[in-house]
C-alpha cells in the first residue's frame, strides 16, 4: 500500500522549501513546526546526510473534524511534509489522507481525507506547474 504523494522538482532545496510553504499556505494549511533532520543529525550523531526538512503542516479546520471523528486520529493526520534532495532533484512529499481510513476504517474521516487530498494534491500540483512556468 502506498502512503505518501510525491512531486520531483528540478530546483534547488531551499527554493523548494520556500515554494512548498507557500504553496501549503495557499491551501490552508499553515506550517506549525520545522524539523531540520539534516542538521540534527549532524548535532547529535556526527552523521552526514542529503538536506531533509520536515514541516508540521496543519489546516486547522480539517484536524478538527478528523479528532472530532476519532480523538487517536492525531498519530496519523497528514501533517508532515517532507522535503528532501532525491539525487540531484528535490522530492516533496505528503502523507496520503486516505491512509487514515484505510488503516482505522472508519467512515466518518472519508470526506476529512477527500478533501485533505484534494487540497494537498492541489498543492503538489502548483509546485510543478509553478517550475514549469520558470
Given at each position: 500500500?502506498r502512503?505518501?504523494?510525491?512531486?520531483?522538482l528540478d530546483?534547488?532545496f531551499?527554493?523548494?522549501?520556500?515554494?512548498?510553504r507557500?504553496?501549503l499556505a495557499a491551501q490552508?494549511?499553515?506550517?506549525?513546526t520545522?524539523?531540520?533532520i539534516?542538521?540534527?543529525?549532524?548535532?547529535?550523531l556526527?552523521?552526514?546526510m542529503?538536506?531533509?526538512v520536515?514541516?508540521?503542516?496543519?489546516?486547522?479546520?480539517?484536524?478538527?473534524?478528523?479528532?472530532?471523528?476519532?480523538?487517536?486520529?492525531?498519530?496519523?493526520l497528514?501533517?508532515n511534509?517532507?522535503?528532501?534532495?532525491d539525487?540531484d532533484?528535490t522530492?516533496?512529499?505528503?502523507l496520503?489522507?486516505?491512509?487514515?481510513?484505510?488503516?482505522?476504517g472508519?467512515?466518518a474521516?472519508?470526506?476529512?481525507a477527500?478533501?485533505?487530498?484534494r487540497?494537498?494534491?492541489?498543492?503538489?500540483?502548483?509546485?510543478t506547474a509553478?517550475e514549469?512556468?520558470?
Open positions: 500500500m502512503y505518501d504523494r510525491t512531486v520531483h530546483t534547488d531551499a527554493a523548494a522549501v520556500a515554494r512548498t507557500d504553496a490552508g494549511f499553515g506550517i506549525l520545522e524539523i531540520d539534516t542538521a540534527t543529525l549532524k548535532a547529535k556526527d552523521h552526514e542529503e538536506d531533509y520536515i514541516l508540521g503542516a496543519c489546516n486547522p479546520p480539517l484536524a478538527q473534524r478528523a479528532l472530532d471523528a476519532d480523538r487517536s486520529i492525531g498519530l496519523l497528514p501533517c511534509v517532507v522535503v528532501r534532495r539525487g532533484r522530492a516533496v512529499q505528503v496520503d489522507p486516505g491512509t487514515m481510513v484505510a488503516l482505522t472508519l467512515d474521516l472519508r470526506p476529512v477527500e478533501e485533505a487530498t487540497r494537498l494534491d492541489a498543492a503538489l500540483a502548483a509546485l509553478a514549469a512556468e520558470s
